[in-house]
């Protein structure tokens, strides 16, 4: 079965705090993609990274870094010194090769906070 | 500019009549697809469209219908809309191959009264 666990429900930080949002998958497929994509308070939906199971080197855009690590199934999200611009859902997904569909199966999401 | 526009950004209406909730992309995509998201399931897909005249139950088709008859435009239609429909709804394209990020357009806010 497919899954992706977001286990942090809401998160709240003060800003300039480094935060890490958590996300565990489950697949048995060996070709997948991992997504994060942020949901601000306005409700749209932004694309922020895509990761294949073939590259587990992390990475870094400004302020965000991403860890992905095959060996525990985790995909995990650092935005350091947060801003409250970074106040928003987060939500990590997995895309695996199965059928033509390839739809992307979510996590609940991460709400989180970063207060001035 | 690239992007997924949907449209009404909002609406209310009542129990059983019909409305559609159009999408339309300008970037070639071949699939097209519909979620909606709902407080504690996150988000669910309701149809998808891997191409022109090519569509296919999601998750949760029940009390939906979509047609593709262009490449462009992926309209997801309530013929009798129902409270439980009451939701914020997404449309999301891509290509076709391979596992091209899906772009999504920014929300349809629905309320079944």
């Known amino acids: 079965a497919q899954k992706v666990t977001q286990a942090q429900t809401e998160i709240s930080v003060v800003e300039k705090e480094d ?6 998958y489950e697949t048995r497929d060996t070709t997948y993609y991992l997504f994060w994509y942020k949901q601000p308070p306005s409700g749209e939906l932004v694309f922020l990274i895509r990761r294949n199971s073939f590259d587990e080197q992390n990475e870094i855009s ?55 | 500019e690239a992007q997924v526009t949907q449209n009404p950004r909002y609406l209310i209406t009542v129990t059983g009549k019909k409305l559609t909730v159009t999408c339309s992309q300008n970037m ?11 407080p504690g399931l996150g988000l669910r897909q309701i149809y998808y469209s891997m191409n022109v005249e090519v569509t296919d139950k999601g998750d ?37 191959g391979g596992a091209d990020t899906q772009y999504f357009g920014p929300g349809t806010r629905l309320t079944v009264l």
Not at chain 1, 19 to 24: I, K, M, W
Not at chain 1, 91 to 104: I, S, V
């Open chain 1, 19 to 24: 935060v890490t949002l958590d996300c565990v």
């Open chain 1, 62 to 116: 400004g302020r965000y870094s991403w860890n992905f690590q095959k060996s525990t199934s985790s995909f995990n999200f650092t935005i350091t010194a947060s801003q409250v611009v970074d106040s928003a859902v987060y939500f990590c997904a997995l895309m695996t090769y199965g059928g033509n569909n390839r739809k992307l199966i979510w996590g609940l999401g991460t709400s989180l906070a970063v207060n001035p």
């Open chain 2, 28 to 38: 070639n995509h071949e699939y097209m697809s519909w979620y909606r998201q709902d």
């Open chain 2, 60 to 96: 949760v088709p029940e009390g939906y219908k979509v047609s593709r008859k262009e490449k462009r435009n992926f309209p997801l239609i309530l013929e009798s809309p129902s409270p439980n429909q009451t939701s914020l709804y997404f449309c999301a394209s891509r290509l076709a």
